[in-house]
Structure formats: C-alpha cells, structure tokens
C-alpha cells in the first residue's frame, strides 16, 4: 500500500478516535446535565414541602360521635366534608388489608415507596392508547397526595410527590403507612377511612367484615363517587369485587375455594345512615356542645359524647306521643312533648320535641312558622308555653315557706280580686262551680283557682307583716274575704314572692315586671319551658334539693381522655318538710277525687305518683307534671300556632301520655 494511503488511514483513524471522543464528552455532559437538572428539580421543589416526619403528628379529620348513656347506641355523628372513625391496624382483617393491597398497590411489600415496573406498564400502556390512562400510583403516593398535595397533574407536583413518598417510605414501616393509608382515604360521599365505610355499608366495625365484604371496600378505593353501594352503580361495584378476588387468589392470599365462596356470598348492605335517633335530644345536645367547642371543632376532632339518654325510654316515649297524639287530633290538639328526667342527678332520661320528627314537614299546609299547627323539627320542648294550673305548687310552696299548712281552710266563692289590667280581676274554677270552705290541700289537689288565689294573698300578708286577714297573729282558721279591691299591693308581694320560688326551683322564663302577670300568674299567666318545670318539680321529689339538668354525662377525645365530665351538685331549695307536704298533696287520690274522679290517668295501684296537671285559657296549653322519687316526667299538648284545642283539659289530651308512660318506668321497676 502506498505510503500517502497509509498516513490517510492513520489520520482518519485518529480523527475518527478524537470524534467518538467528542461525542462521549458531550454525552457526558449531557447526562451531567440531566443529573444536575433532576437535582435542581428536586431541590427546588423541596424548598418548601412538609416534612413526612409530620405524619406523627397529624390529626385525622374524625367526626364527634353522640351515644345514649350506655355508650352503644349511636345517636348522630357531627362532620364536615370528611366523616371518619381511626382504627389501628390490627383491628383490621388481615383479608381486607389484602384486598386493598391486590387492588391498589400489589407490590407494597416489595418496592421503596416508587414502583417502577408498573411506572413502565403504565408508560407502555399510555403510549398504546395514546392518552394517559393508566395510573402507577402507589399506596405512599397515594397517602401522600392525599394529605399533603392537591390532585393537580403537573410535572411540579408530581416531583413533590416523588421526593415526600420516598422520604416517607424511608422512615416508616410499611405497616405503619398502611395503617395510615387504611385510614385517610376516601370511600364514599363524606365517608373516610375504613371503620366509617365498613359501618356505613354493612353497619358493623371493619374487624367483623368478612372476605367478601372487605373485598367491597376495597373496590370503592378507585372511585369512591362512582363505585357506591347506594348510587347508579352498584353491579360495577360488585364486578369489581368480583375482580379483586380473583386477583387475590391469583397472587396466593386465598385459595380457589375461598374466591368461589367470598363471590357467591350475599352481600347485605345496612342502607343509607341518614337517620337521627332521638332527633329533638340530639340537636339540644349538638347545640349545647357547638356553644362550648365550636361547630368546626367538632367536625374535625373526633370527640366521643356520652349522653344521659336511656334510649329504651326514648323508644317508647317516642311510640308513646305518636299513638296519642294521633287520638288527640279528635280535640283538635295536634302536637305533643315529653321530657323525663332523675330528679337525683338532673340526667335527661328522655326528650321528645314534637309527636313525629320524621312526618312530612308542615303536613296542614302553613309556611315553616307561619301558623302551623303542627310542625315537626321545633323541640316545643324548650319553647315557651303557658303551664296553666301546672304552676300551682310552687304558690302553694311559697305559702307553706311563710309558715302556713294544708290544713289553712279559704273560701271557694265568686270573688273580686281588685283591678288588674284596668278591670276587675273575678276567675272562676274550671267547672265553674264553688265549694265554700275548702282546705289548701284540697284546694292544690283540686285545681281550684279561687282558692290557689287566695294563697297569693295569703304569701303577700305574711311578707309584708301584716296581721293575719282574720285580725289574729295566729295561724288563721279561714280566709273567707270575697273581696279584694284595694289589696293589689298584697297581691304583689305574694305575686313576688312565688315567682322568686319558681326560679329558685329552675323557671328562668318569668322576666316580665310583676304587673305583667297579675294573680293569673297562679293558673299559669307566665310562659315556662317543658324542660324547665319538669326540672323544677325534680325539687318535690328530691325533697327539696334541686339539680340542674344535663344532657351529657362526659365528653372523650380521639385518644380516649376525658375532657368534661358531668358533676352533681345539688343544692338545697325547699326544706324537706314543705317538699314532702307538695308530694304528699299531689299524691293524694281522695283528695283530687271530687274534680278528676277515684280512678282517673293521675291514679296509679300500688303506686304512690305526686301529679299536677294544667290548663290554658282558651284552651291553648294541656299539661301533665308528675313524678316519684327516682323519675320526673312532663307532658305538653297543644298547637304550634297557640290556636286553641277543642274544649278539654291537660288531663284528658295530656294526662293519658304521662300515664302509659310512667306506667311502663313503674312496671319495669326504674
């Protein structure tokens, strides 16, 4: 070969080597590029990420629970935009943790947070369909989108997500992110977590959930809006069980005869949990608890409150005011109350707002408050209405405090009360019948309006240090005065004086000046709250000693401390000779015989029951009050619109609740 091809060669060959040697370096350059840049990516976008370590001391979004008094009847649970119970781990099924890893990330156990074999199949899968479809997302990716990023899909974010599910997947145990996971994500409209799904759809707790069941949760995972036991969609949510078992037995977690089974299986779904139990208690409750935690508090913090409500009792009051209520509507009387409660601690036993929560809203006809006779969701009782005769033994308390006795005979006759209102006050009895010369007992075990009067005029002569109406200093035989012009002033003081026992007793509702009310003030002139005056007659049966009532009997948070808990302190109101006296009058059969008959619903065999009744004029307001020495119970029935009821007193509309309901506490030996 000629030298000059030889020296061509060799050049060629050298400049070849110096181009291969340019390419490389600037592959390498181009490879320290991208190192740098993804670096630089992942610095830049770190700068400001939370930290994973933050999961130790994340709070998960828990709605407050509201049980009866027992603790196992949930009432209502308070949420926001996410309804969650937290369950730990190994209260999970080992079958249901298994599904939710078949059917969202099947190599869980086995990549560092970033799977990229199904990174790839995703790839390839997108490329074919020209449309990114396929997702790769793992269980960390998912739980770290979920609780730190939004669902926006940019390269930006993406980046964050990568570096927080590495770093997450490096400091945790795949068990403790499973846990997390098990608990963060959605299920359904508002349901989060497992233990919330698993009583939603099958009203029992995840770890009684079975293969079947488990596998159904595990589905709704990939779109909990879509795939839902009680939307449109129902036979694709069970499709995809089907799937997913499928899958479990292809990967070894259950046999072939195991998937066989879990498929063939009924799936029984508890139904849509709108339900509120002891709805009218429950908003009471819910309303005193916003008050002191505030209502975004208590969306969020997973309270537990236990309540004083015997939910047995409710039941029945409950059946018991839906049944009457439905006779009483012959009277015209179209809605009804009920509040039962200890006179020893002052716990709400029972609390029913109106005869039906659950009826068609407004059934006659009327605009939400606009002169309705009937409407379901006000709790009427926490309204005020006027108790008529119901309010005559704290009169007759007042007077036995000034020093006077059952025995103290009045004059049951036509009387003039002096002017009132710029008229002559002159009230008749309800029967409009006089009796002459009656006792005090008789008089409040009766109902007689005249006399119950005259007791005010009694209280009013004995505070103003008058002599006594007969001119004696001592405990007077008789008041047979018929007249009464000029003895307002009298009146006043024991107008005064009764309502000063009245809000000792727990009625905070009597604000008007005393000329506001006038000796009608003694057949119930003056609006009280149900709740109210059934606590008040609480003072009677405790002989004396008076508890505020309460709804709740202790508050928990998430970790199960206690944060308020209910503390009785009863303080002395009457002394326990006048207390006794009241009860024993209330009490007494022979006594009310002559007005409400030997065997009427305020008369119970074997049972000694103190009982008031009352009512309204014009019939607007039936009551029934009574207790014994453990319970007190209280009815109202009338109208939401105050329209009258047809011509019948709070024993006839009223006295029949109170007696089928105090029956059954008597019977079952409360």
Request: proline fraction near 5%; charged fraction near 25%; glycine fraction near 8%.
């Amino acid at each position: 070969m000629p030298r000059r091809k030889i020296y061509r060669k060799i050049y060629q060959k050298g400049k070849n080597k110096k181009r291969f040697g340019l390419i490389l370096k600037f592959l390498g350059i181009c490879f320290l590029s991208f190192i740098f840049g993804i670096l630089f990516l992942f610095i830049y976008y770190a700068r400001d990420l939370p930290r994973p370590e933050k999961f130790l001391e994340k709070e998960f979004i828990q709605s407050t629970k509201i049980y009866d008094r027992t603790g196992k009847v949930l009432l209502f649970e308070i949420y926001g935009e996410e309804k969650r119970e937290y369950v730990s781990l190994d209260k999970v099924p080992i079958h249901l943790r298994n599904a939710v890893i078949v059917a969202e990330d099947s190599n869980f156990y086995h990549h560092f947070g970033i799977d990229l074999k199904a990174i790839g199949r995703a790839i390839l899968a997108d490329l074919k369909l020209r449309k990114p479809v396929q997702g790769a997302s793992t269980i960390p990716q998912q739980l770290i989108r979920s609780s730190f990023l939004t669902r926006e899909k940019t390269l930006g974010r993406k980046i964050k997500e990568v570096i927080l599910t590495l770093e997450l997947d490096r400091r945790y145990s795949k068990d403790q992110i499973l846990e997390w996971y098990l608990n963060q994500v959605p299920f359904g409209p508002n349901i989060y977590g497992v233990e919330t799904a698993s009583k939603s759809y099958f009203g029992k707790s995840a770890s009684e959930l079975t293969l079947a069941e488990g596998a159904i949760l595990a589905s709704a995972i990939k779109a909990p809006s879509y795939l839902y036991p009680y939307g449109e969609y129902l036979d694709e949510l069970l499709a995809r069980k089907d799937y997913i078992l499928d899958r479990m037995a292809t990967l070894g977690y259950i046999s072939q005869e195991e998937k066989e089974k879990a498929q063939k299986e009924e799936i029984k779904f508890a139904g849509p949990s709108s339900k509120i139990l002891a709805p009218h208690f429950v908003m009471y409750v819910k309303d005193l608890l916003e008050k002191e935690y505030g209502e975004d508090f208590l969306k969020e913090k997973g309270l537990k409150v236990y309540t004083t409500l015997d939910f047995d009792l409710q039941k029945s009051a409950e059946e018991i005011i839906k049944e009457r209520a439905k006779t009483n509507e012959k009277y015209r009387a179209f809605n009804a109350s009920l509040v039962a409660l200890s006179p020893k601690t002052g716990e709400i036993l029972a609390m029913v707002g109106s005869k039906d929560w659950d009826s068609t809203p407004y059934p006659d006809g009327c605009l939400p408050g606009k002169n309705c006779l009937f409407e379901p969701y006000p709790n009427v009782a926490l309204r005020g209405r006027q108790p008529g005769s119901a309010f005559k033994p704290f009169v007759y308390a007042t007077a036995f405090k000034k020093g006077y006795d059952d025995k103290i005979q009045v004059l049951d006759e036509l009387t003039n009360f002096g002017i009132w209102g710029q008229k002559e006050y002159i009230p008749r009895n309800y029967d409009g019948k006089f009796r002459g010369i009656v006792t005090l007992r008789e008089g409040l075990a009766q109902s007689l309006n005249v006399p119950s009067i005259k007791v005010l005029y009694l209280i009013g002569s004995a505070a103003s240090g008058e002599p006594r109406p007969d001119g004696r200093d001592e405990k007077i035989e008789k008041l047979e005065i018929n007249n009464f012009l000029g003895k307002e002033e009298v009146f006043s003081k024991g107008l005064e004086e009764s309502i000063e026992t009245a809000k000792e007793m727990g009625i905070n509702t009597l604000t008007q000046p005393i000329s506001f009310y006038g000796p009608s003030i003694v057949l119930g002139g003056g609006e009280v709250r149900l709740l109210e005056m059934v606590s008040a007659f609480g003072v009677f049966a405790t002989e004396g000693l008076k508890t505020e009532p309460t709804a709740i009997l202790r508050i928990e948070d998430s970790s199960g401390n206690i944060i308020q808990e209910s503390k009785k302190n009863p303080r002395r109101i009457l002394e326990s000779e006048i207390a006794q006296l009241i009860s024993d009058i209330l009490a007494d059969n022979e006594a009310r015989a002559p007005i409400f008959g030997s065997r009427s619903p305020l008369y119970f065999e074997g049972f000694k029951v103190s009982v008031k009744t009352g009512t309204t004029d014009n019939f607007r307001d039936g009551w029934t009050v009574g207790f014994t020495p453990d319970v007190v119970v209280g009815v109202w029935v009338g109208n939401n619109n105050q329209s009258p009821m047809q011509k019948e007193p709070g024993i006839v509309v009223a006295g029949p609740i109170f007696h089928q309901f105090m029956e059954k506490i008597l019977k079952n030996n409360f």
